[in-house]
């Protein structure tokens, strides 16, 4: 199969504890229309349905649900199937706190609404706030693609028939009763009906069967993967219900053998375990056969991405882990609307397709103001053709995404010398964001809080500091990676890979006129100073570490202090702390620089080229020197943070538990920090 919208993870960047063993992990390209639609399902919700609180759906700060489980899918379809999807979500959690009586008056309602739209062509979106949302599902996948449209009604009535909780309030006895009516719930109906609009596939109607029986294990793989992850979730939903019991393939198996609950998870995870082998199997035959059509085929084989991406979703989601936080951009966009952090991501489509402007039976139900803010979140985003970016973005192709906020690019009016209209941001500073959502240590943040431990400055000016050292750090990692060529960050690929070197400079430059806006709000006039003169040292400093490799000084030793792992330096080309020590000492120099040549030619290092390397800076001293270097810093620091404890008249307990964080202790000769 041909994969054209999605990009191949590799094992280090997910956790799957083993429960698809087997199958790869694939992420739409264009991830970030998933967002787009899952917020915008979430804003109508509120203005059209009910208020929520403490809501989590199907996002997550690295791997969303639909972009690894649905990878796949055609970019013009992702934000609306994204969008359906988030309102099984929401309507998933008001049945699972409602009584059975309650449960079916919801359900009955979505039904009618989509057996209308499978007979009709349309749904009547005066009845309620969820139809009205319902009709602009049906309305905007019908102006896509009308039969896949109308078969995905037929299948999501007969799921809501089925499935959705009908029979949440029933005593399951043992596993193998359960799992038919978990399949229905969670698989071969709702999902089936999103795979196949989304990318477009067709089965026909003489292979529905024999398509039920090579997915089924899939379908319940990934049936209990849901149940396994969702437990404590659904456990409380039944406790604030007042039900009796869960239905959960858990809870089934505890009440089924008398067993614990953690012994019923681990009867789970084997269960899973067993379907994804069964599943490989088949999938494996199916690939070999000529007497399927293609796109049976090519639907079995997508499923293997919905298992593992299931999986790779559950376990790091804040739906089901509370611990869990979603990125900067989610949170910004979960609080200021889709509107003002819109996509930067273009369709290859010349034909933009919206969603709200099929949907105007949603504006006569809310309020002047809620519609006003819902034409801002749907029109801006979903006319100006938000879609996909498999190459670096074109700044030129970028400025039609941008939101016009007053006045238009009218010609004959700027001709007339009509005053320009207001230029927005989101364009420059996408790379930021992009940068800032990535996964962090925190440790910044850490640092922040315990110094203010002792200097109590005010919330305000707090703030204010984090966002200006915030900005500067990411804006230096921005460039940095540019600089060195380092095509990841942080496990993801890097700005400059993903919006081009260019629009990467220009975002990360940006920042800086960001921060010496944000100082002048301190009532210190001292502060810019500061900043200015560490700016200053912070570039004359990495403009020693980019000028040309010739061959550092003993005198680079002391004044390069930044640590990083040397096995990724090498690749990466740059001048780590253990390198530049081995160039100054090592008895064969020429030799060192040879292997380093060899590594700018090629672009990286061989593993025999790492060992040679490696070997020579050990015989130089190189991993000692640095390891001996750090934990005489180590003591450095814990004598400042005894003095300025003293100081103060108060123990540090947050600086102390970062230090203790960043300790580095002996092994095998080298140093390596706690926990790693």
């Known amino acids: ?106 359900n009955d309602d979505v039904l009618d609404a989509f057996r209308e739209g499978a007979r009709n062509g349309e749904i009547d979106a005066q009845k309620s706030g969820k139809r009205q949302m319902q009709a602009k599902i049906l309305r905007t996948m019908i102006s896509i693609d009308r039969p896949r449209a109308l078969t995905a009604m037929r299948a999501w009535a007969m799921f809501v028939e089925q499935g959705a909780g009908r029979q949440h309030h029933h005593r399951f006895q043992t596993l193998d009763e359960y799992l038919p009516y978990r399949s229905r719930d969670v698989g071969h109906l709702f999902w089936h009906a999103l795979a196949t609009f989304g990318c477009a596939i067709t089965i026909p109607e003489e292979e529905m069967s024999i398509c039920a029986e090579l997915v089924l294990p899939a379908v319940i793989a990934a049936s209990l993967t849901n149940d396994l992850f969702s437990y404590e979730k659904e456990y409380e939903a039944a406790q ?11 809870w089934v198996l505890m009440n089924e053998h008398n067993i614990s609950l953690e012994a019923a998870k681990i009867k789970c995870q084997t269960r899973i375990k067993d379907e994804v082998s069964k599943y490989t199997r088949i999938l494996r035959d199916t690939m070999a056969r000529d007497d399927l059509s293609s ?35 989610q949170i910004l966009r979960e609080k200021h609307g889709v509107a003002k952090y819109p996509t930067t991501y273009q369709l290859d489509s010349q034909k933009k397709r919206t969603m709200n402007s099929v949907s105007s039976g949603a504006d006569k139900q809310t309020s002047n103001a809620s519609k006003k803010v819902r034409t801002e979140a749907h029109s801006d985003l979903l006319d100006e053709g938000i879609g996909q970016s498999i190459s670096p973005i074109d700044p030129a192709d970028s400025l039609h995404e941008i939101r016009r906020e007053e006045g238009s690019w ?65 804006s230096s990692i921005m460039l940095d990676d540019l600089q060195d060529g380092s095509k990841l960050r942080r496990g993801s690929p890097s700005a400059h890979v993903v ?27 001292l502060c810019l100073e500061i900043f200015i003169d560490e700016m200053r040292s912070l570039f004359v400093g990495q403009g020693m570490i980019i000028r ?51 590594r700018r030619r090629k672009g990286h290092c061989t593993v025999e080229q790492k060992h040679l390397i490696l070997t020579q800076m050990r015989e130089a001293g190189s991993l000692e020197y640095v390891l001996h270097m750090l934990q005489a810093l180590e003591t450095e620091l814990d004598c400042e943070v005894g003095r300025l404890e003293r100081v103060f008249g108060q123990v540090n307990h947050e600086i102390r538990l970062m230090l203790t964080l960043l300790k580095v202790r002996l092994g095998d000769g080298v140093g390596s920090r706690k926990g790693a």
């Open 1 to 106: 199969m041909e994969y054209q919208y999605s990009n191949l993870l590799h094992p280090s960047q997910y956790e799957t504890e083993g429960l698809c063993d087997g199958l790869p992990v694939r992420k739409h390209v264009a991830e970030d229309l998933e967002e787009i639609g899952t917020y915008s399902a979430q804003e109508d919700w509120k203005n059209l349905v009910a208020p929520l609180t403490n809501y989590k759906g199907g996002l997550s700060h690295q791997h969303s649900f639909m972009a690894v489980s649905l990878p796949e899918c055609l970019p013009d379809r992702f934000e609306i199937v994204s969008y359906a999807n988030e309102f099984a979500f929401l309507h998933d959690d008001v049945t699972d706190i409602s009584n059975q009586q309650e449960a079916d008056i919801e």
């Open 240 to 250: 604030t219900a007042k039900l009796p019991g869960v239905v959960n393939a858990l």
């Open 295 to 329: 796109d049976l085929k090519r639907y079995v084989e997508l499923m293997q991405y919905s298992v593992s991406g299931n999986v790779v979703w559950s376990l790091q989601c804040p739906r089901y882990h509370k611990d869990m936080q979603y990125n900067e951009r």
């Open 410 to 474: 009218d010609a004959l009016n700027l001709a007339r010398g009509t005053a320009l209209p207001a230029l927005g941001e989101e364009l420059v500073l996408e790379p930021y964001r992009y940068v800032s959502s990535l996964p962090s240590k925190g440790v910044r943040d850490m640092l922040i809080d315990g110094i203010n431990l002792w200097l109590g400055v005010s919330p305000k000016t707090s703030s204010i500091i984090r966002s200006v050292i915030k900005m500067i750090h990411n």
């Open 499 to 525: 919006f081009g070197e260019a629009q990467t400079i220009n975002s990360a430059t940006f920042q800086y006129v960001q921060a010496i806006a944000e100082l002048r709000k301190l009532p210190n006039p």
């Open 548 to 598: 040309s490799p010739k061959g550092p000084t003993k005198a680079d030793v002391k004044q390069y202090t930044a640590q990083k792992g040397f096995c990724e330096d090498l690749d990466e080309g740059k001048f780590s702390l253990p390198l530049i020590h081995a160039l100054a000492h090592t008895n064969r120099g020429l030799q060192l620089r040879g292997l380093l040549r060899q």
